[in-house]
């Protein structure tokens, strides 16, 4: 583990190599390979659910039974693969998880946030993602069935997906504690806030158990668009910040150190997509 | 009795787990000839409705239901070892941490599905069809959580560089595999018919098989770890 100075040859330029030469010789292998897991599928998700499944941005949930069969109908093939492919990868999610846990235990705080984020988080993947791909399949797979159940399955899918709260918004606030009092300086005090906005989408979205149309809706201004804007901030926010907190990171338990300028501009050596 | 001990207990856990699994796997109508996805509504209703199978169904779910949350001290138990590999940060063992939790959940949806198919026989066979169908979408194409597990577990034991490394380099490759055999399962919805319907070949028989072999693998060279650790504890402690 323990790559001594005199043994380590120079990082070479071809990016096959690279990857190899991160494997072998780089001691933040296994931040990177969380980093990059994060990156990856990230966007893999964002392909799957908007362009292959077709469920987001969602439909509207006034649509009539007859509609929703239709609906279930005109994407079949999509719901089905796209999904199947959910849940090949849906267990990186893991890794994910583990990964930003481990920024909580980074901090100088108690190890009991990253054992709630990871807890809370790994609890997230179920509703907020395996039972929708579970439900559309089984919509998906006979389009002979009743339209009152399709209808069902239809509103259990978007409802299980875009109502389950508790868990981001608690994990988010986990998240924002531990960066309030961390003295480590992992992450900049504005993160904190962030995770703020993104536990506040999590109150706003409630309504979309009550109103079936209007901006409170589960398809509405307010419970999709504004709460997708706000994510994807979030998530690239973090992103940006879990690199340079693998960039900074010295194994130690003190304050991590600041990046000198020219490591912050250069945006390789970061090259671990190995899986 | 050293902390070894306690862990010896949970592993030989195993073994009585394993055989109420298999006593419930036998025992459920529906899985030594698995039920086909082709059946009708009605078709489907008669098997809930069938006097032989009630009882059958009901009392393996209800097996399951017990002991499905039976691997969980297994798998913590090789969140241990992986703590003892040469890494720099838990990343590897928190992610099977947050793993663990996540098959056995899934399996539990599914066992809820047929218990509750099961609970009213009588019901419209079209509300029977649907439960029966979540139920086996449920339990053919969550192979999410095992997969990453397989390969979080293959990337630990790769990047465990140290003299004697925990487990041996087969023990990742081995795992790999099982990842493979695991993949097709997740397209069970593509088919009614054939090896990746939920009662084919590969979505049934092969990844049921690949997950059974795994567990009696990791068992096997968990114990030789275990056995180790306590060797070196008591050559330390002397």
């Known amino acids: ?275 | 009795m050293g902390r070894s001990d306690g862990e010896m207990i949970l592993l030989w856990t195993l073994p009585v787990v394993g055989v109420v699994w298999l006593s419930a796997f036998l025992l459920f109508p529906g899985f030594v000839q698995p039920m086909s996805p082709t059946l009708s509504a009605e078709e489907v209703a008669a098997f809930y409705r069938d006097p032989e199978n009630l009882p059958r169904i009901r009392y393996s779910m209800i097996l399951f239901n017990w002991f499905a949350v039976g691997l969980i001290p297994i798998l913590a138990l090789i969140v241990l070892q992986i703590r003892r590999m040469a890494h720099r940060t838990p990343i590897f063992s928190y992610a099977i941490i947050a793993c663990a939790a996540g098959g056995p959940t899934i399996f539990l949806m599914a066992n809820l599905f047929w218990l509750t198919a099961a609970f009213r026989p009588m019901r419209d066979p079209q509300l029977t069809l649907m439960f029966n169908d979540l139920a086996w979408v449920t339990f053919s194409s969550q192979v999410g959580f095992l997969i990453a597990q397989n390969v979080i577990l293959a990337l630990a034991i790769h990047l465990d560089r140290q003299a004697r490394p925990v487990f041996q380099r087969w023990v990742a490759h081995f795992n790999l595999v099982v990842a493979v055999l695991l993949v097709p399962a997740a397209f069970t919805g593509a088919a009614m018919t054939g090896p990746i319907a939920w009662d084919g070949l590969l979505t049934f028989w092969v990844r049921n098989l690949a997950i059974g072999l795994w567990i009696v693998v990791m068992a096997v060279v968990l114990r030789q770890a275990i056995e180790r650790q306590r060797v070196e504890g008591e050559t330390v402690a002397a």
């Open chain 1, 1 to 275: 583990m323990t790559s001594t100075a005199g043994g380590v040859p120079d990082e070479p330029s071809s990016p096959l190599r690279k990857i190899a030469w991160h494997w072998r010789h780089d001691e933040k292998r296994e931040l990177w390979i969380g980093w990059w897991t994060l990156v990856v599928f990230y966007n893999l998700y964002g392909l799957l659910f908007f362009v292959i499944a077709r469920t987001q941005p969602p439909p509207q949930p006034t649509l009539a039974p007859s509609e929703i069969a239709q609906w279930f109908d005109d994407r079949r093939h999509g719901l089905i693969y796209g999904y199947a492919i959910v849940f090949i990868v849906g267990g990186a999610t893991a890794i994910m998880n583990a990964t930003l846990a481990y920024t909580m235990r980074r901090m100088s705080v108690s190890r009991a946030f990253a054992y709630s984020y990871l807890v809370i988080y790994a609890l997230a993947t179920l509703p907020g993602m395996l039972i929708m791909g579970v439900v559309c399949t089984v919509g998906a797979m006979r389009p002979d069935r009743d339209p009152e159940l399709m209808s069902w399955l239809y509103d259990f899918a978007f409802l299980s997906f875009e109502g389950t709260m508790g868990v981001f918004l608690i994990g988010s606030l986990v998240w924002m504690v531990a960066v309030l009092l961390d003295r480590n300086r992992v992450f900049p005090r504005w993160f904190a806030y962030l995770n703020l906005c993104n536990a506040l989408t999590e109150v706003v979205v409630a309504p979309a158990w009550i109103f079936k149309d209007g901006a409170f809706a589960w398809d509405g201004t307010i419970a999709w668009w504004i709460n997708m804007g706000v994510f994807v901030t979030y998530t690239t926010a973090f992103l940006t910040l879990l690199r340079r907190m693998i960039l900074r990171e010295d194994f130690g338990t003190g304050p991590l150190p600041e990046l000198a300028r020219d490591e912050a501009q250069e945006p390789s050596g970061s090259l671990e997509a190995a899986r």
